[in-house]
């Protein structure tokens, strides 16, 4: 008994702590995909400017080059 006379529950307390446990480990799982998420979004987005950087370079070199065919 407790000091104000009430039983412990400890298989309840257990079963509370194994609960919690779970969840951490779900939260955590949870977290982890969406940190993968984020880093694959983050390298597709930094791809994309790669690829829009180099395509506007080609661009410019290219009307540089026909701009000096004109003449």
């Known amino acids: 008994m407790t000091p104000r ?6 298989r309840l307390l257990t079963a509370r702590r194994e609960r919690r446990g779970q969840e ?7 977290r982890e995909r969406e940190e993968e998420r984020g880093e694959e979004r983050e390298r597709g ?4 400017r790669e ?21």
Request: aromatic fraction near 6%; hydrophobic fraction near 25%.
């Open 51 to 71: 690829r829009e950087r180099e395509s506007t370079a080609r661009a410019s070199d290219l009307r540089g080059f026909s701009a000096g065919l004109r003449f």
């Open 45 to 48: 987005e930094r791809r994309r």
């Open 24 to 30: 951490r480990e779900r939260d955590a799982a949870r």
């Open 5 to 10: 006379g009430h039983h412990h529950h400890s």
